[in-house]
């Protein structure tokens, strides 16, 4: 009995901290999708809003004059033969435009070759060895998945996961 007694007020002041840490990590409002609006309402619970996606590459980095790797392939060619080459290693040579450091476990960099459009000309990838910079050129070596689903609202189309990045060149 005195037991309880003691860990009511533990129990209740833990559940206070827990409520205002989560409301105040939240500070900045996801406009509700149309379609989760319906699901949030006929549940008790209100439905947390999707994580925002990944900022796009914000560098300028000079695309020029990257050589396609000797039996590789393009950023372009990654997405047009997507399907082929799921599962399967590829070789591709191109200059980082972006990089995050250790995000569940892994480095993540974005790589361009200068080929593709808008949606297949910016190749994600990530890796356990060292992050290189931004301007970079790299070689890359990793197997192509398809329809990755992190969670949080982290989905990607196409990525190499788990690359050997060999850095070639500096953006410096």
């Not at 196409?158 to 500096?170: M, S």
Request: hydrophobic letters at 40%; a negative charge; aromatic letters at 2%.
């Amino acid at each position: 009995m005195r037991r309880t007694t003691v860990l009511k007020p533990i129990t209740a002041g833990l559940l206070a901290v827990a409520v205002a840490l989560s409301v105040s990590g939240c500070s900045k409002e996801q406009p509700a999708t149309p379609a989760a609006a319906p699901a949030a309402a006929a549940s008790s619970t209100p439905a947390m809003p999707p994580h925002p996606a990944l900022e796009a590459p914000t560098a300028t980095v000079d695309l020029a004059g990257i050589a396609k790797a000797a039996g590789g392939k393009t950023v372009a060619e990654v997405f047009a033969e997507k399907e082929q080459l799921a599962g399967k290693p590829v070789i591709l040579r191109g200059k980082v435009v972006k990089t995050n450091a250790n995000i569940m476990g892994k480095n993540w960099l974005h790589v361009r070759d200068g080929s593709g459009a808008e949606g297949t000309n910016d190749l994600t990838v990530t890796t356990t060895g060292t992050l290189p910079n931004v301007g970079d050129t790299v070689l890359l070596t990793g197997p192509v998945v398809l329809d990755k689903d992190f969670g949080m609202g982290y989905q990607y189309d196409v990525l190499v996961e788990d690359a050997l990045v060999k850095v070639e060149g500096t953006g410096d």
